[in-house]
């Protein structure tokens, strides 16, 4: 069997670099973890509502759902913890269809998972800087 490159080589560190959360980003990652841990380990009582849209392939529309959900999560902080999760590859059963923004960042164009990983990379900064 003989493969074929189709694409330049992955460049881990410069993914790592596109999505390295810095400052007042990282500070409210960190609390969040540790909320979250705590959830988990049971010392923190609120319900822990993993939540979020079936597809990720619209930044903006994803943009206003972690908005309005950041602003929902405020109201019900003492209760709840809400942690939204984003898909970015969409399983199929036969392979057909479009496989989501990892897979295709571009749903009309061929598949790309380099392009996917980057702009997915970039999203998660967009987003952070946003505070959403």
């Known amino acids: 069997m ?3 490159a189709k694409s ?10 596109l999505s390295k959360l810095e400052g007042q980003a990282l500070e ?3 609390q ?3 909320e979250l841990e705590a959830i ?3 010392e923190d009582q609120r319900i822990l509502l993993v939540i979020g849209p079936c597809s990720s392939d619209n ?4 943009l206003e759902y972690a908005k309005r959900l950041a602003t929902l999560q405020e109201e019900v902080t003492d209760r709840i913890f809400m942690v939204m999760r984003v898909y970015t590859a969409k399983p ?3 392979g057909d269809g479009y496989k989501g923004l990892i897979h295709q960042p571009n749903a009309t164009e061929a598949p790309s998972l380099i392009n996917g990983i980057k702009q997915f ?6 987003s952070s800087r946003k505070q959403v």
């Open 2 to 4: 003989v493969f074929t």
């Open 8 to 17: 330049p080589k992955i460049n881990i560190e410069e993914v790592r670099a």
């Open 28 to 30: 409210r990652k960190s």
């Open 32 to 34: 969040r973890d540790q």
């Open 40 to 42: 988990i380990r049971g």
């Open 59 to 62: 930044e903006e529309a994803v």
């Open 92 to 94: 199929r059963t036969n």
């Open 121 to 126: 990379a970039i999203f998660i900064i967009v």
